[in-house]
């Protein structure tokens, strides 16, 4: 009869790794000064609750160990203790070490004593050194604590004896209820006497074959009680019994519950064994181990990627979802039974529901899989905290649009990158306080990093106020590599992005922090794979911005079709500008043969479709005659002329490399409703295209 | 009894080594040229059915189409091998082939080709290695030549055949 503890490990690692985070972010928005009471209270809650989880599993060493972390806590939050510098640090060097044993309890293996005991001792010294007076008051306060406690236990209270008579359930009356009621009374100790239970092919499931003793502890009026039972009272044996304030009594309850497991041991066992589905049953047991241990044994591959955690409300609007889409479904199905004619009406109604609904659950769907970016910008504080001491730097950390949504799979393969291009802004980018003030700059340097929504994609910005990059020695440098020839010319952006070639570092000292030259061009390349670009913008002597465009999922687009001909393409909605029927007014010729029009105030390239897609079937070869959709690639426009635009759907995004290879200008491919395939168009390689 | 059984043994291993030296090719015609392709490389076949063109690639690569939700390229083997078009009609035939590359991916492509005749058992050892007529662009597809009742039929290299990197070079020079 005993749990299975193991299944709930990973809820509890989840929640220790989340209430590390909220300690970690707490600490290190303590303000010295001006302590603000709830952050302190966060952080010991995070802190109080790990410690109660890890007891519970058995992880002593966690327990122990996040004990003097609370400790030390507690008295900062009665404002026994000062809140130092000193520390803080102690407490998130601590955070780290609690850190990395929970990593090495749910991989299995070993923890670091030593690193353990080595910060245990430093929170000690902490907790003692700070100041001798709460040494002294420390024992006290646990002796105080004591004594409220085994107050509590010989205080008085009421021994309840609960039968309910089987039937008890079809009134309407539910045990725990009554329960819930009684423990805001006073503290209750239940124990369950299961030998009422029937076999489990006699077990009928609205009758109540089970019957509780219940010790409620406090000073509790009787008729308090009698009152709860009040509705019970004639389908069920109830018996009330003041407590005797002996030693006795408690012991007692300490053995009853034994007693009564040890019982419904027996009872289940003997039961098992007479079964004809017994030998199945151990079967199942026996499979069922396996699969445990095998799940145990794959869980350190499958680590981080196992699971997410789900805004309920999101998951209440699917399920209501669903219940629309079952009931569709049944309408549909009924008129499809008898189907007449002047039914087509329904049925058209139905069709246009199913299609509504299924839109919304996909999009809640999707939903489900969008996170904030603050998964990912949430170490940054800390990581900025201790780079920037030890490089001796001044720098402030500015997060702006943390709430932005991406898909998850961004998420996770976002941070890697992101860490680096914020330890080559604080390395490289950020100068020494002198420098700053030399240069006329404020002491402390920024480092902005901004997520917001742009067209389809996501744009992350890494801003430092910086030194910036110095396009000659950029160049010298990639000249010394042996990277570019002398007399190569290159435009500033092309000399910017010479820092994402491999072997490039133009650190003049290399740092363990950044600086090795395998870092940008591994940047690069995980940005691309995930079908992103990443950009420099750089002023001498102000700063840079690195700008990662990211899609905002991976999987599903929303989309405008669009015919040439006969052929149908989908231009991703996002990047669609506006689409407009041109007058020939409108329209110039450069050099007599590129083709620009006129929109308000920009002159903007014209891009033929039916001539680089080599379509011969379209209807439209005067610019009058057709659309021209105004298209916005990385912000360059320019002016897809089509035959017409088709509607609006969301398109589901197939690899067209997997099974041919990469088109040019086109993105991907995808299937429509009628089955047939239309490709995706790839604007941002349009637009390129059309001002080669 | 011995006798038998060490009989039955001969002729097991007889069998055995039969097949090992044997290769299943299906055989289909472009024209009137026999070709064959390992039959463990064929995934399905099926009919001619419409094509999503795909812009600016050789004309032998008539497009995508769906294939129970994977995009799959077809390609006209005729126009590939310059034997000229053929209007396609319900009766052409598509020969669904796959191979797994070197990254672990399966890779499919569709083959249309006039029609297909037959699954023949080729030995190891009758292949003739594939002549050499020069810088002709569709030897290089060609694994080797068998002859079957008289017919001479030509093995196609699969993996080389859904390699379209080829073309690419090709579409360079």
Excluded at chain 1, 85 to 95: C, E, F, M, R, T
Excluded at chain 1, 605 to 610: A, E, F, G, N, S
């Amino acid at each position: 009869m005993s749990i299975d503890m193991a299944q709930f490990h990973q809820v509890f690692f989840e929640e220790s790794f989340e209430g590390l985070e909220a300690m970690e972010s707490g600490l290190l928005n303590l303000d010295m000064g001006d302590v603000d009471d709830e952050e302190i209270n966060t952080i010991f809650r995070a802190a109080h609750s790990i410690k109660g989880g890890s007891g519970t599993f058995g992880f002593t060493a966690v327990s122990d160990f996040t004990h003097v972390m609370e400790t030390l806590l507690d008295e900062m939050r009665d404002g026994r203790r000062q809140i130092t510098q000193p520390a803080v640090d102690v407490l998130l060097g601590s955070v780290d070490c609690l850190k990395e044993m929970l990593t090495a309890i749910q991989d299995e293996q070993d923890i670091d004593e030593g690193q353990v005991s080595e910060y245990q001792k430093a929170l000690e010294t902490e907790l003692n050194g700070g100041e001798q007076s709460s040494v002294a008051e420390q024992p006290v306060a646990e002796v105080v604590a004591d004594e409220t406690v085994t107050a509590l236990d010989v205080g008085a209270g009421w021994k309840i004896s609960f039968s309910p008579h089987a039937h008890m359930l079809k009134t309407g009356n539910d045990p725990v209820r009554m329960f819930r009621e009684l423990s805001e009374l006073g503290e209750l100790k239940s124990t369950i006497d299961f030998q009422g239970v029937p076999d489990f092919y006699d077990l009928d499931p609205e009758n109540c074959h089970l019957s509780w003793s219940l010790e409620l502890l406090g000073e509790v009026n009787e008729d308090e009680i009698n009152e709860i039972f009040d509705w019970v009272e004639d389908e069920c044996d109830l018996a009330i019994q003041s407590l005797s304030r002996s030693d006795e009594s408690s012991e007692q309850v300490q053995t009853e519950p034994e007693e009564a497991t040890d019982k419904s041991d027996t009872v289940a066992q003997p039961k098992e064994e007479s079964s004809p589905a017994n030998t199945e049953k151990t079967a199942d047991k026996v499979e069922k181990q396996a699969t445990a241990k095998a799940k145990k044994d794959t869980k350190p591959a499958a680590k981080g990627s196992s699971s997410i955690r789900v805004d309920t409300g999101k998951i209440d609007i699917l399920i209501n979802m669903v219940g629309e889409l079952v009931i569709t479904q049944s309408m549909l199905s009924l008129v499809g039974e008898n189907f007449e004619l002047n039914n087509l009406d329904q049925l058209k109604n139905g069709l246009s529901q199913l299609e509504r609904h299924t839109r919304e659950l996909q999009e809640s769907v999707m939903n489900i899989r969008m996170l904030p970016i603050s998964f990912v910008f949430s170490r940054f504080p800390r990581l900025v905290h201790d780079l920037s001491t030890k490089l001796d730097k001044k720098i402030e950390l500015v997060m702006v649009g943390e709430n932005t949504e991406v898909d998850k799979t961004v998420v996770e393969l976002l941070s890697d990158p992101l860490v680096h291009l914020v330890r080559n802004s604080l390395d490289h980018g950020i100068e020494m306080p002198a420098d700053r003030v030399a240069a006329g700059k404020p002491e402390m340097g920024t480092i902005t990093l901004e997520a917001y929504h742009r067209g389809g994609q996501i744009v992350i910005e890494v801003k430092d106020d910086g030194k910036g990059l110095n396009k000659d020695v950029l160049r010298q440098k990639a000249i010394e590599k042996g990277l570019i020839d002398e007399d190569t010319v290159l435009t500033d952006k092309q000399t910017y992005e010479l820092i994402f070639m491999a072997g490039f570092s133009t650190a003049a000292e290399l740092s363990d922090i950044s600086g090795r030259g395998v870092g940008m061009d591994v940047v690069r390349r995980n940005i691309q794979s995930l079908g992103g670009n990443i950009e420099i913008i750089s002023e001498l002597g102000k700063g840079s911005t690195i700008a990662i465009h990211l899609p905002l999922t991976l999987a599903i687009l929303d989309g405008q079709s669009i015919a040439v001909g006969d052929e149908r393409f989908i231009i991703p909605l996002g990047s669609i500008v506006e689409s407009i029927n041109i007058k020939k007014e409108m329209i110039n010729r450069v050099a007599g043969k590129g083709e620009t029009f006129r929109l308000r105030d920009e002159y903007l390239p014209i891009v033929r479709m039916h001539e680089i897609f080599d379509v011969k079937t379209a209807k439209a070869t005067k610019l009058t005659d057709g659309l021209v959709v105004v298209v916005d690639g990385q912000g360059m426009r320019c002016g897809l002329f089509i035959d017409d635009l088709l509607g609006q759907q969301q398109v589901v995004i197939k690899s067209l490399e997997a099974n041919y290879r990469k088109v040019e200008g086109v993105s991907g491919a995808t299937i429509l409703g009628d089955g047939s395939v239309a490709l995706i168009l790839d604007i941002p390689g349009l637009v390129r295209l059309s001002n080669q | 009894m011995a006798e038998q059984v060490e009989n039955n043994e001969t002729e097991q291993y007889d069998e055995q080594k039969k097949l090992e030296n044997q290769v299943q090719f299906l055989s289909f015609t472009l024209g009137d040229e026999e070709y064959g392709v390992d039959i463990l490389s064929v995934q399905e076949i099926r009919s001619w059915e419409p094509v999503s063109r795909i812009p600016n690639v050789p004309s032998y690569e008539k497009g995508v189409v769906n294939l129970r939700g994977a995009i799959v390229p077809i390609v006209d083997l005729r126009e590939r091998f310059g034997l000229g078009h053929l209007a396609y009609s319900p009766l052409t035939v598509v020969v669904v082939l796959q191979i797994e590359s070197q990254e672990g991916q399966n890779r499919t492509m569709g083959v249309v080709v006039d029609s297909v005749s037959d699954v023949i058992d080729v030995e190891k050892k009758t292949i003739q290695s594939a002549p050499n007529f020069g810088t002709k662009v569709s030897t290089e597809f060609i694994n080797g030549l068998a002859s079957v009742n008289e017919r001479m039929v030509m093995l196609l290299d699969v993996e080389k055949l859904l390699k379209l990197d080829g073309l690419d070079d090709e579409n360079e020079s």
